[in-house]
């Protein structure tokens, strides 16, 4: 799923993503 779409690409969604795992 991550994989399918590249981080890169948004920025933003990354990092939501990445406080979404960090709480």
Known sequence: ???SWDP???PT???ALRHS???
């Open 8 to 10: 890169k690409s948004r």
């Open 13 to 15: 969604a990354a990092e």
């Open 1 to 3: 799923s991550l994989c």
């Open 21 to 23: 795992f960090f709480q």
